[in-house]
């Protein structure tokens, strides 16, 4: 991986305030030449006026290409020329094999898009028809692969927009071993799941991820897929058991597990989600100094908004979920195990479970983003609170159970339990890059369903106009590094996220003066404004703010693959 030293010593603001001047012309003639634009290189240096030359996919020249010829000049003035945004934390695994054009990424300025939090495209074990197995039918994706390296051949040859590399997901691995259990694993099982992490690594995976929310995940299981995965030179990339009330005990536990592995640690969507402790941003921040100070290499990402998705099952608590969906299906349809949940759920959850749905906020919280029965298609945008008003005389709970069962378990739901401060602290921390937690999805068919986050179509053109621009939260030049650079170092990806000679050309045009998102909670399926053009590998997607249809994107694998 390129030091952050060397990155700066070599940034583009270096090398032109050295008097690089002119290009030596001779036969430098481009496929792509661009011109005019103020360059943000992805180092955090100062922005300067200058030229690109694409050649071959690469960047191939930077700084006065006046004399230079190009097969296609774009003029741009009065544009910024960053990098192409890496999205580091994304759930557009099967989307992209429905729609390659990954609309609602690419019109963001995502070149690059970085899959498989807990449970990843692979490894899948074959059920009792001999089929790979899977949870449920995604977007109608037929499954014909059954390890995360066949995965991303699949999604290779079905060709695709943007970039994509993936993690291999913890609880893909764990239930590939265990099935649908929440007993402690053995060890002979534990070295079986370091195994399928090893096995993914060569494969390609960058790291192993988690998403510990009610997950029967242990300590000790966790310490060894990170170790397997550090052989390797992965990452740690982990939603932390608890982003409320147990917040600091479970930032104690991600920097253990990176420690004992020795590996780096990324924590997903940084937020305090419990009211009680909204503010203290600062605290937190300071969890990742001190981990820091003891040799972890400790990071976290984050969206910028005060709410985030789940799933209204995740108001079900763990031992409900024992034996997997079907079996929690069957426990709601049973009365005493309802009362059991609901003297939970009113209590305030159980020790280690991620309850701070309820404990921060109430139903008036929970927005609902889809529905698969037609009988439920109306609840589509409306929160709990007016969901149980329907029904009057009847429980809350049972409403929720109710909906649950007609819903085959899942709900997608958003949870606003942010506050606007915390967000703002997080975002200006050094140690803290971004990352969409979407999908790429577009309005049309089957990917415009329901009413997904807004993030799904705003979050970067939302941090470029609302916080760069209007409210000065962090510089241009900050917010595009934290959108690039830092994203490639945290993940080893070596010849993207800088505007540099010999580069991939992957690079994202915007007007500063108008980037700003129009994804709202109650009309998310809109396109921001202000992206005028996106290239990727040197070839045009985006062409004057319209997608061209090319599918240029390649997959991206990790520094332990054996393909390298």
């Not at 051949?153 to 893909?172: D, P, W």
């Not at 300071?286 to 108001?315: C, D, K, V, W």
């Not at 009362?339 to 305030?348: D, N, Q, S």
């Not at 000679?501 to 998310?524: C, K, Q, V, W, Y």
Request: hydrophobic fraction near 40%; proline fraction near 4%.
């Amino acid at each position: 991986m390129i030091s952050a030293r060397k990155c700066i010593l070599t940034s583009l603001a270096v090398l032109l305030l050295a008097g690089c001047g002119p290009a030596e012309q001779g036969n430098n003639d481009f496929d792509i030449l661009i011109t005019g634009g103020l360059v943000v290189d992805g180092s955090g240096a100062p922005g300067l006026r200058a030229d690109l030359g694409i050649r071959d996919g690469t960047i191939a020249a930077v700084g006065d290409l006046s004399k230079a010829s190009a097969n296609r000049v774009i003029d741009a003035s009065g544009l910024v020329v960053a990098p192409g945004i890496i999205d580091i934390h994304t759930h557009s695994d099967y989307s992209l094999l429905v729609d390659g054009n990954a609309e609602s990424k690419i019109r963001q300025g995502v070149t690059t898009e970085i899959l498989g939090e807990a449970t990843s495209a692979g490894p899948l074990p074959l059920d009792s028809k001999g089929e790979p197995r899977q949870e449920s039918a995604i977007y109608g994706v037929k499954i014909n692969w059954r390890t995360l390296g066949e995965y991303l051949e699949r999604l290779q040859a079905s060709g695709i927009s943007v970039n994509a590399g993936s993690y291999v997901g913890s609880m893909t691995v764990r239930r590939y071993v265990m099935g649908e259990t929440n007993r402690k694993a053995t060890e002979t099982e534990i070295e079986q799941m370091a195994a399928l992490v090893e096995q993914a690594m060569r494969e390609g995976a960058l790291g192993v991820a988690t998403a510990l929310l009610g997950s029967p995940l242990g300590t000790g299981e966790l310490i060894a897929m990170a170790k397997a995965a550090a052989r390797h030179g992965g990452i740690y990339s982990t939603h932390i058991r608890d982003e409320g009330s147990l917040i600091f005990e479970s930032l104690d536990e991600a920097f253990l597990i990176a420690g004992k592995a020795g590996i780096p640690v990324d924590v997903l969507h940084l937020k305090i989600a419990e009211r009680k402790l909204w503010g203290q941003m600062d605290k937190v921040l300071e969890r990742f100094e001190q981990a820091r100070a003891q040799g972890i290499t400790a990071t976290a990402n984050m969206y910028p908004y005060i709410a985030g998705q789940n799933n209204l099952s995740a108001l079900i608590p763990p031992e409900g979920w024992e034996g997997g969906r079907e079996k929690m299906l069957e426990r709601l349809r049973n009365v005493s195990w309802r009362e059991k949940f609901r003297k939970i759920l009113y209590a305030g959850g159980l020790p280690n479970w991620y309850n701070h749905y309820t404990s921060s906020a109430g139903w008036e919280s929970m927005l609902i983003v889809s529905t698969r029965a037609e009988k439920n298609r109306h609840l589509v945008g409306m929160t709990m609170d007016r969901v149980i008003a329907e029904y009057p005389g009847k429980e809350p709970t049972d409403v929720l159970y109710d909906l649950l069962l007609e819903e085959n378990g899942s709900v997608p739901t958003i949870y606003f339990l942010m506050t606007e401060e915390d967000v703002a602290t997080a975002m200006a921390s050094p140690l803290v890059s971004f990352g969409s937690d979407g999908t790429a999805v577009k309005p049309e068919g089957v990917l415009g369903e329901g009413k997904p986050h807004p993030r799904w179509y705003g979050a970067f053109p939302r941090i470029l106009g609302k916080y760069v621009r209007e409210e000065k939260a962090l510089s241009l030049e900050s917010a595009i590094r934290k959108m690039t650079w830092m994203n490639a170092e945290k993940i080893g990806l070596q010849n993207r996220g800088l505007i540099r000679e010999g580069m991939a050309a992957d690079l994202f045009l915007f007007d500063p003066e108008s980037i700003i998102d129009r994804a709202t909670f109650s009309d998310p399926h809109q396109f921001p404004v202000g992206v005028e053009y996106v290239l990727v590998n040197g070839t045009v997607v985006l062409d004057e703010g319209q997608h061209t249809g090319a599918k240029p994107g390649k997959v991206l694998y990790g520094p332990g693959c054996s393909k390298n």
